[in-house]
T-cell receptor, first 116, second 110 residues
Framework: EPEVTQTPSHQVTQMGQEVILRCVPI?????FYWYRQILGQKVEFLVS????????KSEIFDDQFSVERPDGSNFTLKIRSTKLEDSAMYFC??????????????FGPGTRLTVL | DAKTTQPPSMDCAEGRAANLPCNHS???????VYWYRQIHSQGPQYIIH???NNETNEMASLIITEDRKSSTLILPHATLRDTAVYYC???????????FGTGTRLQVTL
């Protein structure tokens, strides 16, 4: 079965540094999402993206965050100046526009971001 | 999106049916009930969803009460690999955000 992939699996950075988390959604999917999960807490929605623009974003997704689809396959999340509280597992997800599985969001394995 | 209430944890013996309840008494007419699970910090995995009719797929069955205020996810023959946190989510529309609660931690034991 097709999968969402994410790189790197683990990213360690210093506070104040910029990080880019990368995702390759399933190839025929057109909706893309980022979620995060701080250790021991709920999975939280960050942003959804369709047709090269943000569809919806949460309060967490402030000016420090940005998303981009730089080419036909990658979907990235950038954090401009990381804070300690950005330490979390970041999950990318994608879903179809049309098809038999439009109601499913397919999640990647996650990138664990550690900010020191 | 409507709020859901789930028990924090449940146990189930391997090979037995696991019945996970969810209360969503404020569900709106256009909202669907979705179930996802998360195995040990992996990415959440879609299980099943429904509007008002009962649904079954290769993973599970979903029973929705007639008034749609509650539902039950049934794993007919639980295995150790079904140990996970199960999330009941109510939302309208396909391409919209998932709002995760704290879910039910299902422990399947020998």
């Amino acid at each position: 079965e097709p999968e969402v992939t994410q790189t790197p699996s683990h990213q360690v950075t210093q506070m104040g540094q910029e990080v880019i988390l990368r995702c390759v959604p399933i190839s025929n999917h057109l909706y893309f999402y980022w979620y995060r999960q701080i250790l021991g807490q709920k999975v939280e929605f960050l942003v959804s993206f369709y047709n090269n623009e943000i569809s919806e974003k949460s309060e967490i997704f402030d000016d420090q965050f940005s998303v981009e689809r730089p080419d036909g396959s990658n979907f990235t999340l950038k954090i401009r100046s990381t804070k300690l509280e950005d330490s979390a597992m970041y999950f990318c997800a994608s879903s179809e526009l049309v098809g038999t599985r439009v109601d499913e969001q397919f999640f990647g394995p996650g990138t664990r971001l550690t900010v020191l | 999106d409507a709020k859901t209430t789930q028990p924090p944890s449940m146990d189930c013996a391997e090979g037995r049916a696991a019945n996970l309840p969810c209360n969503h008494s404020t569900i709106s007419g256009n909202e669907y009930v979705y179930w996802y699970r998360q195995i040990h910090s992996q990415g959440p995995q879609y299980i099943i969803h429904g509007l008002k009719n009962n649904e079954t797929n290769e993973m599970a069955s979903l029973i929705i009460t007639e008034d749609r205020k509650s539902s039950t996810l049934i794993l007919p023959h639980a295995t150790l690999r079904d140990t996970a946190v199960y999330y009941c989510i109510v939302k309208a529309g396909t391409a919209s955000k998932l709002t995760f609660g704290t879910g039910t931690r299902l422990q399947v034991t020998l």
